[in-house]
């Protein structure tokens, strides 16, 4: 249901692009948010967009941006000025909130991608 992409390699200071895909459900108002987890440690929520609304996790504040294109059900995490802690397996995750769509009801966070790799050298 989300199939993220756009992760990679990159050294500190650098930027990269995560983008999620979802399909089968649509989560329109219902927000989406971005977790990442290193090994050895819990999920850790990165972001959240929820209509107007967007929340960012102290550590990444004023360095990544998530965005949504709502027709399209994409969801976006703009990640500028990278450092080494920041390399984590990162997931986007749906919907932030209990949502229906189209009749079918969600809980909330019950979708969750595949994960996507960023690793940043120092």
């Known amino acids: 249901q989300l199939v993220e992409s756009g992760g990679g390699s990159v050294q500190a200071g650098g930027s990269l692009k995560l983008s999620c895909a979802a399909s089968g459900y649509f989560f329109g108002n219902c927000g989406m948010a971005w977790y990442r987890q290193t090994p050895g440690k819990e999920r850790e929520w990165v972001a959240t967009?929820?209509?107007?609304?967007?929340t960012y996790a102290e550590s990444v504040k004023g360095r990544f941006t998530i965005s949504q294109d709502k027709p399209n059900n994409r969801l976006y995490l703009q990640m500028n000025n990278l450092k080494a802690e920041d390399t984590a397996v990162y997931y986007c995750?749906?919907?932030?909130?209990?949502?229906?769509?189209?009749?079918?009801?969600?809980?909330?966070?019950?979708?969750w991608g595949q994960g996507s790799q960023v690793t940043v050298s120092s």
């Open positions: 995750a749906a919907p932030v909130k209990s949502c229906i769509s189209y009749g079918v009801y969600s809980e909330p966070l019950k979708y």
């Open positions: 967009i929820e209509e107007q609304d967007l």
